[in-house]
T-cell receptor, first 115, second 118 residues
Framework: NAGVMQNPRHLVRRRGQEARLRCSPM?????VYWYRQLPEEGLKFMVY????????ESGMPKERFSAEFPKEGPSILRIQQVVRGDSAAYFC?????????????FGPGTRLTVT | AQTVTQSQPEMSVQEAETVTLSCTYD???????LFWYKQPPSRQMILVIR??????QNATENRFSVNFQKAAKSFSLKISDSQLGDTAMYFC???????????????FGKGTHLIIQP
């Protein structure tokens, strides 16, 4: 059973460009979470999605950031007009539907560098 | 809002020793989950152990065990017979539990860098 997959693993963007980060959850998982990790910091929750629904986006910056999890295909975290402060590691995690399924399984992360 | 505090930025022990990492948290909720995640140099986040707040018995996974003190809001991780491969960042994390079965994002502490010396 393949784990959570994220691509690309490394992404370099110039200021003002768009960054698209992809996450494919584990097979059978229908919940996806995105987290951001700044250098020397713990992970910070950004958004929680189920298929075609945003459940909780309380951790998302109000501007330039958006996320989706379509019926088919991976979840996408999109950052428009990137700035240097967006440089970070972005982790996706997935969780299965159902009671007792509280563990979140993490992907390897995407390291975004804004130059 | 919940907060998670890890007061030890870095710890270093000799191989085969026992080490305890501390974690405290603050919440007004009664039902929740607590986790320890490990992040080795590869940066992959690996679940080490979890604890349900309604369970009094401390969770154990092989060499890893927790000391969960609900009243004190304390959740420490003990690693016995430490190995070189245990060298990593360790993050304590909190998750709310909703009666309807809904899930929640994790709230993480800032981490403890554990170094196992040969």
């Amino acid at each position: 059973n393949a784990g959570v997959m994220q691509n690309p693993r490394h992404l370099v963007r110039r200021r003002g460009q768009e960054a698209r980060l992809r996450c494919s959850p584990m097979k059978g998982h229908s919940h996806v979470y995105w987290y951001r990790q700044l250098p020397e910091e713990g992970l910070k929750f950004m958004v929680y999605l189920q298929k075609e629904n945003i459940i909780d986006e309380s951790g998302m910056p109000k501007e330039r950031f958006s996320a989706e999890f379509p019926k088919e295909g991976p979840s996408i975290l999109r950052i428009q007009q990137v700035v240097r402060g967006d440089s970070a590691a972005y982790f996706c995690a997935s969780s299965p539907l159902g009671q007792g399924a509280r563990e979140q399984y993490f992907g390897p992360g995407t390291r975004l560098t804004v130059t | 809002a919940q907060t998670v505090t890890q007061s030890q930025p870095e710890m270093s022990v000799q191989e085969a020793e026992t080490v305890t990492l501390s974690c405290t948290y603050d919440t007004s909720e009664n039902n929740y989950y607590l986790f320890w995640y490990k992040q080795p140099p590869s940066r992959q986040m690996i679940l080490v152990i979890r604890q349900e707040a309604y369970k009094q018995q401390n969770a154990t996974e092989n060499r890893f065990s927790v000391n969960f003190q609900k009243a004190a809001k304390s959740f420490s991780l003990k690693i016995s017979d430490s190995q070189l491969g245990d060298t990593a960042m360790y993050f304590c994390a909190f998750m709310n539990h909703y009666s309807g079965g809904g899930a929640d994002g994790l709230t993480f502490g800032k981490g403890t860098h554990l170094i196992i010396q040969p």
